[in-house]
């Protein structure tokens, strides 16, 4: 983050910074330090090797430079990445005091690390830079407020945040909710409209065919809205209630009323129920393009992250 900082102004910004680094959870990106030099800060985090969720989802020929292309993620694995994420967005929401509204929530922001199997990780990034922004440049939020200053990203924004300006936890279940249908669906969050003229958001894409499933087109409409690559193996696992229980998740978090969509915590425990019921029915993670884990360089490596 670039702009001048008066004494007082770099004062606050450490303390903020303190304070993220006193965030632990399996799920966040942990923070090591941070520079702070003339009119820059930067803050520096570890380097996770995997890539992010969204290179893995539309860029799978570049997700890892100087590596082969990787193998589209199983069904297992989105619904693991899943709940890795709803964990750690529960956390900021419950665990950390002050509670932390994430505010740009997206498969970029995803990273992952290096495992396969039970042993892939999943961690959040870029949590608090929008409250570090606002509390050091801006104006200090309460837990729902109307603000001026926007932040988040196209396509991942909810209603009430872009149309009001109106700020709660609710924002960032609802971006969850987009990724969510990321994983399930294979498109990105936004993409040329058909018409060639603006653009089609994936939430909008997605609603119609949620909307109108019932027990007798729910079938027709996995076909409609279930990634390619995903059909063969749903089929093969008899996995299409986990699906579609997971789509329904995914319709309760992109209704209107905000307040009507379900808290980070109750999502990551009935994603886990799911997974769980995934895991029953015989599902194995399987292997990682070239074996398994890539062995990691002895001297640590750091992704650094300007603000």
């Not at 992109?254 to 379900?262: G, H, L, Q, T």
Request: charged share 20%; proline share 5%.
């Amino acid at each position: 983050m670039s702009g001048e900082l008066t004494p007082a102004k770099r004062r606050m910004f450490i303390t903020e910074v303190n304070a993220l680094s006193r965030l632990h959870h399996a799920n966040l990106v942990q923070l090591i330090g941070y520079c702070d030099e003339g009119n820059r800060s930067i803050l520096v985090y570890p380097y996770f090797p995997g890539g992010s969720l969204y290179a893995h989802l539309h860029k799978r020929e570049t997700a890892v430079p100087g590596r082969p292309l990787l193998p589209p993620l199983t069904l297992m694995k989105r619904l693991c990445i899943a709940l890795q994420i709803a964990k750690g967005l529960a956390y900021l929401h419950d665990g950390a005091d002050p509670p932390i509204i994430h505010r740009d929530i997206k498969s970029s922001n995803v990273l992952l690390g290096d495992g396969a199997g039970k042993k892939l990780r999943v961690v959040v990034v870029d949590f608090g830079l929008a409250t570090i922004g606002e509390r050091v440049f801006g104006t200090e939020h309460e837990t729902v407020v109307k603000t001026s200053h926007m932040a988040g990203t196209i396509g991942y924004m909810a209603l009430e945040y872009i149309r009001s300006g109106i700020l709660s936890e609710k924002i960032d279940v609802y971006a969850f909710d987009v990724i969510l249908l990321e994983l399930l669906t294979g498109r990105k969050a936004m993409s040329p409209a058909a018409s060639g003229v603006g653009w089609l958001m994936l939430v909008d894409w997605a609603r119609p065919l949620l909307e109108n499933a019932d027990g007798g087109t729910e079938a027709t409409m996995l076909s409609e809205i279930l990634d390619p690559c995903l059909r063969d193996q749903a089929e093969e696992l008899s996995f299409n209630r986990v699906v579609i229980e997971t789509l329904r998740l995914a319709a309760e978090c992109v209704v209107e009323d905000y307040e009507s969509r379900p808290k980070m915590s109750l999502l990551a425990a009935q994603i886990d129920s799911l997974l769980n019921e995934a895991k029953a029915k015989g599902c194995c993670f399987r292997p990682m393009a070239g074996g398994g884990q890539r062995k990691l360089q002895s001297s640590p490596e750091y992704n650094v992250r300007s603000l």
